[in-house]
């Protein structure tokens, strides 16, 4: 089955620093991927869908300055959080997708701690 | 516009017992069904989905959820839980075209000894 990979799985940064979080497609093309978000106790809601070559669509309320999303190939898309905070403390997952498939495939998850 | 609502934050029941989860949604274009779990500080695990076809499917752990178009629900179901199912259970649609998924609140399916 497709397999996506997203690393690292925890993360602890200091408030004021930048983190990457990478999303990687092992076994397939990934054409479009997506970002979500989950705070504790809360479902995931959808932060921006990117296609590979093109920029991000960012859902209403994402700071598309603050969550960079780059896909550059069809393989790996990354979202930096640039100047975190506490609240940015959150669980971020992210999906891809392949044009004609069905169904986008979840990676495992990054958990963000802004100390 | 795509919303799924689960329509029970909590469900405590005794370990042996039946369960179901019941998920509603509502959306203006064809979409996928989707069941994941999430154990705690842990990722999404596919539990289950509806593409097409037979409206009743089975999945992982002994789960299974039964599509009704009529009633636009997708509610999971399982005969008999173990501990091990304590777990918080997410119901999702995914859009046909757009591939972006939408998700319900959640139920925390909590089995006690």
């Known amino acids: 089955g497709a397999v996506v990979s997203q690393h690292p799985s925890r993360v602890i940064c200091k408030s004021g620093t930048s983190v990457k979080i990478e999303c990687r497609s092992l076994?397939?093309?990934?054409?479009?991927m997506f970002w979500y978000r989950q705070f504790p106790k809360q479902s995931l809601m959808l932060m921006a869908t990117?296609?590979?070559?093109?920029?991000?669509?960012?859902e209403q309320g994402v700071e598309k300055d603050k969550f960079l999303i780059n896909h550059a190939s069809l393989t790996l898309s990354t979202l930096t959080v640039t100047s975190a905070h506490p609240e940015d403390s959150s669980f971020y997952i992210c999906?891809?997708?392949?044009?004609?498939?069905?169904?986008?495939?979840f990676g495992q998850g990054t958990r963000l701690t802004v100390v | 516009a795509q919303s799924v609502t689960q329509l029970d934050s909590q469900v405590p029941v005794f370990e042996e017992a039946p369960v179901e989860l019941r998920c509603n949604y509502s959306s203006s274009v064809s979409v996928y069904l989707f069941w994941y779990v999430q154990y705690p500080n842990q990722g999404l695990q596919l539990l289950l989905k509806?593409?097409?076809?037979?409206?009743l499917v089975k999945g992982i752990n002994g789960f299974e959820a039964e599509f009704n178009k009529s009633q636009t629900s997708f509610h999971l179901r399982k005969p008999s839980v173990h501990i091990s199912d304590t777990a918080e259970y997410f119901c999702?649609?995914?859009?046909?075209?757009?591939?972006?998924?939408?998700f319900g609140d959640g139920t925390t399916l909590t089995v006690k000894p």
């Open positions: 990117s296609n590979e070559g093109s920029k991000a669509t960012y």
């Open positions: 999702a649609v995914s859009d046909l075209n757009a591939g972006k998924s939408t």
């Open positions: 999906s891809a997708r392949e044009t004609g498939l069905t169904e986008a495939f």
């Open positions: 076994d397939f093309q990934a054409t479009t």
């Open positions: 509806y593409l097409s076809g037979s409206t």
